[in-house]
C-alpha cells in the first residue's frame, strides 16, 4: 500500500500528537498536589475553629494582599492567652495519603507580628520579630510538632511574604527517630516516639499556631493544606540491605505495614540501607557479604572503590574483607 506525501506527513504529525498526549498524561511532577488539599479559595474556613485548648483567637477567610479575589486563604489573629486554630485532617491515615513518598505542605505569611518595643526581640531587630514556623497533628492524647528549619517574618522584616513548607509523612528511621528534611523537623509532643506511627495512621486534626511572642495582636496567614508526592531518598537500584521498601525505582527506610500500603517490596527488618560491592575477575555487583563469598569475590565497602578496583586490579580477586 502506498501513501501520498501529504497523507505521511498527516499521519505522522496524528502520531506526534497522540504520543505527547500520553506523556503528558503519564507525567507527574516529584511535587505534584494530591487530592487532598485545602486551599480555602471557597471562602469558608474548612472547619478550622478556635481549639479548646487555645481558644483566643479570630480566624477569618481573607485575600488581603491577593492579587485574585478568588484567591484566598486562612488568617489568624492572636488575642490575649493561648490561641490556635484547629481543623480536620482531610484523610486519617496519612501514610496513605498519595503513592510512594509524600510530603505535606503548607503557605504560611507573617501578616502583622505585633512588634513590641519592649521585648528584646523586638528592640535587637529593628522593629520586627523573627517567627519560626511550625503546625501539629493529633490523634486522641497523642501530638506530634513539625518546626521549620529557618524563620520568617512580616515585611518590615528580611523574610516576608509567603513561604512554603513541606513535611515528610514517613516511619521512623532506623535509629528510631521521628522524619526529617532541609524544611524541618518533626517531634513527639504528647506521647512518644515508640507512638508515632499510631498517630501519623490516625490524625484527627491539624492544629495552625499564631502565638509565637508574649504579646498579643499576631496575624498569620495559612495556604494550601496539600499533600504532594515527591522524590524518595534512596534509589532500589541493586538494593541488598534490611529495613527497606522500594516502591517502583525508589527506596526509603519504613517498616511493613508502611511499605505494604504503598505498594511496595519490603526487604525485612533491621539494618540501615547501606550497599556492599563484590568484586570478582569478571563483574563488581552490589551485594550481601554471603552473596559474595558464594561468587568468590573481594568485598568492598563503597561502588567508588569497585570502579578504581576494576580499572586497576591488585591481586587475584579472590576472598573477602
Partial sequence: MHYSVRTTTLLRLCLCFIAAFIGILNSSSPLSASPCCTDF????????SACPHAPNIHIRNSN??????????????????????????????????????IDFCFDVRVIEDACDPTLPACQENDGWVPITPSFQISSGPLRAQFTASKE?????????????????????????????????????????????TELLTNVDEVILPVDFIPVAGERLGYDNLCFRNTDCPKSCEGICCTGACCVGEQCLQTTQGYCEKNGGSFRGVGSECT?????????????????????????????LECSVRQHNPQGPHTGTQ
Fill in 41 to 48: 479559595n471557597s471562602r469558608g474556613l474548612s472547619e478550622f
Fill in 64 to 101: 488581603k494582599g491577593r492579587q485574585a479575589p478568588d484567591d484566598r486563604f486562612l488568617e489568624l489573629i492572636d488575642r490575649p492567652n493561648a490561641s490556635a486554630a484547629c481543623g480536620p485532617s482531610c484523610t486519617k491515615d496519612w501514610t496513605a495519603a498519595g503513592p510512594g513518598c
Fill in 152 to 196: 520568617i517574618s512580616d515585611d518590615l522584616g528580611p523574610n516576608g511574604g509567603w513561604h512554603t513548607f513541606c513535611a515528610p509523612v514517613a516511619e521512623l528511621d532506623s535509629e528510631g527517630n521521628l522524619p526529617s528534611n532541609e524544611d524541618g523537623q518533626w517531634e513527639m509532643i504528647e506521647g512518644t516516639s515508640d507512638q508515632w
Fill in 275 to 303: 550497599l556492599r560491592y563484590c568484586l570478582t575477575a569478571q563483574h563488581c555487583f552490589p551485594t550481601t557479604e554471603g552473596g559474595c563469598e558464594k561468587a568468590g569475590g573481594q568485598l568492598l565497602a563503597s561502588r
